[in-house]
């Protein structure tokens, strides 16, 4: 079954540290992957995606994600932590069978803490 | 650019009345998505329409749920009659035609009492 596992409900980190936000996956196919932010009621705004090519993927806010094929891993990573960066985080891979349809994590809270 | 326009903001209704959540995509994109979220069941993909036409609806939950898209700039959500349990926050996003990326709306926190 293809499925999206964000192993971690809560991450904490202090401002100024590296952060990770753990993302696994099981799909069929080579998989098209994404990273969303939802801040305090406000909608999800897109990160960076996985499509092809560089396995480091650079997004938004400095953000970035790291493909691993042989892990099904696509963890987002950031070299310095800001206290905005606190948010709730979602990880989510397109389904190999849909052009649509995608399949999402249950998201990893992020607090910063300064 | 304006982004996807999504109104209203919030909405408190009483059990048994009719709910109508409105969405503008983005202009230019051809596909637009419905989307519940809750802390139970996390985002849940409603309904999927290509080119104002709805081509997946296997995630309304049942027939007190219906969406249309009269054209390519506007599309509905009803809920008729709304239960409690309805009770979540509602996104629709829009994505260009032959890209991946859906860019969703602020959504509409619905509460029914």
């Known amino acids: 079954a293809q499925s999206v596992a964000q192993p971690e409900d809560q991450v904490n980190v202090a401002e100024g540290n590296p952060l990770t936000v753990k993302c696994t996956y099981s799909?069929?196919?080579?998989?098209?992957l994404f990273w969303y932010v939802q801040y305090p009621n406000r909608g999800l705004q897109f990160l960076l995606k996985y499509i092809t090519g560089d396995n480091l993927v650079k997004g938004s806010y400095g953000f970035e994600a790291e493909f691993n094929k042989s892990q099904t891993s696509f963890h987002l990573k950031k070299p310095s932590a800001l206290v905005s960066d606190s948010a709730l985080y979602f990880c989510a891979v397109r389904d190999a069978w849909s052009n649509y349809q995608l399949i999402w994590g249950a998201g990893t809270k992020l607090i910063i803490k300064p | 650019d304006a982004g996807v326009i999504q109104s209203p903001r919030h909405e408190v209704t009483e059990m048994g009345q009719e709910v109508t959540l409105r969405c503008k995509p983005i202009s230019g994109h051809n596909s637009l998505f419905w989307y519940r979220q809750t802390m139970m069941r996390g985002l849940e993909l409603l309904i999927y329409?290509?080119?104002?036409?709805?081509?997946?609806d296997s995630g309304m939950p049942e027939d007190r749920f219906s969406a249309k898209m009269p054209n390519a700039s506007f599309s509905t959500l009803k809920i008729q009659p709304s239960e409690p349990r309805d009770s979540a926050v509602y996104f629709c996003?829009?994505?260009?035609?032959?890209?991946?990326?859906?860019?969703f709306g602020p959504g509409t926190r619905l509460l029914v009492l």
């Open positions: 329409f290509n080119n104002n036409v709805p081509i997946d």
């Open positions: 799909v069929s196919g080579n998989p098209y």
């Open positions: 996003a829009s994505r260009g035609q032959g890209k991946e990326t859906q860019y």
